[in-house]
């Protein structure tokens, strides 16, 4: 999946005027236009209505007004999802007030062990923003789908598992529509922070 950045979308924009293949391409990407992934047959995003840490339904129309930021991951996962889940931690407390209207969303991959009372600490220790959801696996299935989002489980010795799994960062906009993605948690909470700042 490529990445859009947002530093680079006027330049993106300037050259498609100028090449149409690279319109073609690109167009695919940019808000506003085709807001597919890398296909070009699947849109990103689509109304969802899962149970949060809590134990409560929240669906995405409840957050109709303010932008999510969406994570797809799990809580047993060593590595990227702590650190995916750091940097946009990072990255809000940067933004100061305005992250006010941003709201963090950490979807499971791993229902059957992400339960909300394993997604309640777990969330909570990246801060207080965050709202980590979770459902049956058809549901996860299916909203992961919607963001193009790939899962799957993968048996380790002594008949654990670990989740294979896309790590891509959502940003969607107010009308709960796709704003722009990133894939590579190395971009870092200034620039994540800078970025955000830009288009929200
Ligand atoms: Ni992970």
């Not at 690109?26 to 689509?46: I, Y």
């Not at 207080?128 to 909203?143: H, Q, S």
């Not at 709960?176 to 700042?197: H, N, T």
Request: charged share 20%; hydrophobic share 40%.
């Amino acid at each position: 999946m490529r990445r859009l950045s947002f530093v680079l979308l006027p330049a993106a924009l300037i050259a498609a005027l100028i090449g149409g293949y690279f319109l073609w391409h690109l167009s695919d990407n940019l808000p506003g236009l085709g807001r597919t992934v890398e296909t070009g047959t699947a849109r990103v995003g689509g109304p969802f209505t899962l149970i949060d840490q809590n134990g409560a339904r929240r669906s995405s129309a409840d957050f109709r007004g303010r932008y999510m930021l969406i994570y797809f991951g799990y809580s047993s996962c060593p590595d990227v999802c702590p650190t995916t889940l750091s940097l946009m931690a990072d990255a809000l407390d940067k933004l100061g007030p305005r992250a006010e209207k941003i709201v963090p969303l950490f979807i499971t991959i791993d229902p059957e062990r992400d339960t909300p009372a394993k997604l309640k600490p777990y969330v909570a220790s990246f801060g207080p923003r965050f709202i980590g959801l979770t459902a049956d696996l058809a549901t996860i299935k299916k909203v992961a789908g919607l963001y193009g989002v790939y899962l799957k489980k993968e048996p380790l010795e002594g008949g654990n598992y670990a989740m294979d799994h896309t790590s891509v960062i959502y940003l969607m906009g107010p009308d709960g529509k796709f704003v722009g993605y990133w894939d590579d948690s190395a971009i870092g909470p200034d620039k994540l922070a800078a970025e955000l700042r830009k288009v929200t």
